[in-house]
C-alpha cells in the first residue's frame, strides 16, 4: 500500500490502520461471547441473518456502518451493535426463537425486550432508536400537584424517594427503562413528596381513558424487585391492550386467539366495561378453568 505522498507507509501505520479496519462495523456473536456482553452492556441491538438470505444481505452493510456511527455518537454508553449467523449458531437461533431473517431483538439492563425492533431499516432509524433507548425514561416533578395534571391517555409509575441515594431508587430506575413503552415514570424527591422515615414509595395511575381501575400503591418492598416488577408489569401491560400499527404483528405472533372491541375514540365508557369484563372473566378462569 501506498502513502498519498507516493511512499510506502510505515509498517507502525499500516498496523494500526488493518486493526482499525478489523474493530468496525457490528461485533459477531456466537455461544461463547454473547451472555458477557449482554450481561455487561446497557444496551445490545442484535442481528439474526442467514447469508443466503436475500434481505439479510442487504442489510448487513448498513447494519455495520449503523455500529461505526453508534460507536461514535455514543462512546461513553455501554452500547453493542452484534450480529448472529444463524447458520453457524442454529443454537442461539433456537435459544432467541427465531423463525424468520433478518430479525431484528435488542437487550437492555440484562433483559431480552419482548417486542422487536420493527422500524425502518436505515442507518439513520436504527442510531435514533438508539438514542431513544438510552435516554433518561424518567421524569421529575417539581410538586405532587403535578401528579393531577399527567397525561390522562398514558399509564403512568410514581416514585417518591427522600434522596436518589437510596437502593430503591436505583431499582426504580432499572424497572423504567425496562417498561418505558408501556408506562410513563416520574419522581419526586425529598421532604416534599415524602418524609425521610417513610424513605420511599410508588403508586400506579391508570389511563382514565381506558383503565377501570383507580390509583394504586405498591404495597411490597421494592428491594423485592422479582415482586416489584411483577406488580408493575401487570400494571403497566394489562390484559386488554390498544392494537396499533407497531404492535399487531407482535401480539399476531403470539399465536393467541383475538377478542376484540372496535369503538369510537372518544367511546372511553366502552373500553372500561371491557376491561372490567376480561378482568372478571380472566379471574374465573383462573380460580375455575371452566367457569367461563
Same mark, same amino acid.
Given at each position: 500500500?501506498?502513502?498519498?505522498?507516493?511512499?510506502?507507509?510505515?509498517?507502525?501505520?499500516?498496523?494500526?490502520?488493518?486493526?482499525?479496519?478489523?474493530?468496525?462495523?457490528?461485533?459477531? =456473536?456466537?455461544?461463547?461471547?454473547?451472555?458477557?456482553?449482554?450481561?455487561?452492556?446497557?444496551? &445490545?441491538?442484535?442481528?439474526?441473518?442467514?447469508?443466503? $438470505?436475500?434481505?439479510?444481505?442487504?442489510?448487513?452493510?448498513?447494519?455495520?456502518?449503523?455500529?461505526?456511527?453508534?460507536?461514535?455518537? %455514543?462512546?461513553?454508553?455501554?452500547?453493542?451493535?452484534?450480529?448472529?449467523? $444463524?447458520?453457524?449458531?442454529?443454537? =442461539?437461533?433456537?435459544?432467541?426463537?427465531?423463525?424468520?431473517?433478518?430479525?431484528?431483538?435488542?437487550?437492555?439492563?440484562?433483559? !431480552?425486550?419482548?417486542?422487536?425492533?420493527?422500524?425502518?431499516?436505515?442507518?439513520?432509524?436504527?442510531?435514533?432508536?438508539?438514542?431513544?433507548?438510552?435516554?433518561? +425514561?424518567?421524569?421529575?416533578?417539581?410538586?405532587?400537584?403535578?401528579?393531577?395534571?399527567?397525561?390522562?391517555?398514558?399509564?403512568?409509575?410514581?416514585?417518591?424517594?427522600?434522596?436518589?441515594?437510596?437502593?430503591?431508587?436505583?431499582?426504580?430506575?432499572?424497572?423504567?427503562? !425496562? =417498561?418505558?413503552?408501556?408506562? #410513563?415514570?416520574?419522581?419526586?424527591?425529598?421532604?416534599?413528596?415524602?418524609?425521610?422515615?417513610?424513605?420511599?414509595?410508588?403508586?400506579?395511575? +391508570? #389511563?382514565?381513558?381506558?383503565?377501570?381501575?383507580?390509583?394504586?400503591?405498591?404495597?411490597?418492598?421494592?428491594?423485592?424487585?422479582?415482586?416489584?416488577?411483577?406488580?408493575?408489569?401487570?400494571?403497566?401491560?394489562?390484559?386488554?391492550?390498544?392494537?396499533?400499527?407497531?404492535?399487531?404483528?407482535?401480539?399476531?405472533?403470539?399465536?393467541?386467539?383475538?377478542?376484540?372491541? %372496535?369503538?369510537?375514540?372518544?367511546?372511553?365508557?366502552?373500553?372500561?366495561?371491557?376491561?372490567?369484563? &376480561?378482568?372478571?372473566?380472566?379471574?374465573?378462569?383462573?380460580?375455575?378453568?371452566?367457569? =367461563?
Amino acid at each position: 500500500m501506498r502513502s498519498r505522498v507516493g511512499g510506502l507507509l510505515p509498517r507502525t501505520l499500516l498496523l494500526l490502520w488493518v486493526l482499525d479496519t478489523c474493530d468496525s462495523g457490528a461485533i459477531q =456473536l456466537d455461544p461463547g461471547n454473547i451472555d458477557g456482553i449482554v450481561e455487561n452492556n446497557d444496551l &445490545v441491538l442484535i442481528n439474526f441473518y442467514a447469508d443466503w $438470505c436475500r434481505f439479510s444481505n442487504m442489510l448487513a452493510p448498513i447494519w455495520d456502518q449503523t455500529a461505526d456511527k453508534v460507536a461514535q455518537e %455514543f462512546p461513553d454508553k455501554r452500547v453493542v451493535i452484534g450480529k448472529v449467523d $444463524c447458520d453457524k449458531e442454529s443454537a =442461539l437461533g433456537g435459544r432467541y426463537h427465531i423463525t424468520k431473517y433478518p430479525t431484528l431483538k435488542y437487550v437492555q439492563n440484562g433483559v !431480552l425486550a419482548k417486542k422487536e425492533y420493527r422500524g425502518q431499516r436505515s442507518v439513520d432509524s436504527f442510531v435514533e432508536f438508539v438514542r431513544d433507548k438510552v435516554k433518561d +425514561p424518567v421524569k421529575e416533578l417539581s410538586g405532587p400537584g403535578e401528579v393531577a395534571d399527567l397525561e390522562d391517555k398514558q399509564r403512568h409509575i410514581i416514585g417518591y424517594f427522600s434522596n436518589t441515594d437510596l437502593a430503591e431508587y436505583g431499582l426504580f430506575k432499572k424497572l423504567s427503562s !425496562l =417498561l418505558k413503552e408501556d408506562c #410513563s415514570f416520574h419522581f419526586g424527591i425529598g421532604d416534599t413528596f415524602i418524609s425521610k422515615e417513610a424513605g420511599s414509595s410508588v403508586i400506579f395511575k +391508570p #389511563s382514565k381513558s381506558r383503565d377501570a381501575e383507580a390509583l394504586q400503591a405498591f404495597t411490597g418492598n421494592i428491594q423485592d424487585y422479582s415482586t416489584f416488577h411483577t406488580w408493575a408489569v401487570e400494571k403497566c401491560s394489562p390484559l386488554v391492550r390498544e392494537i396499533t400499527f407497531e404492535n399487531a404483528e407482535e401480539l399476531t405472533e403470539e399465536g393467541l386467539p383475538f377478542l376484540i372491541l %372496535f369503538h369510537h375514540p372518544d367511546d372511553h365508557d366502552s373500553v372500561k366495561a371491557y376491561s372490567e369484563l &376480561v378482568a372478571k372473566v380472566a379471574t374465573n378462569h383462573q380460580h375455575d378453568p371452566y367457569n =367461563l
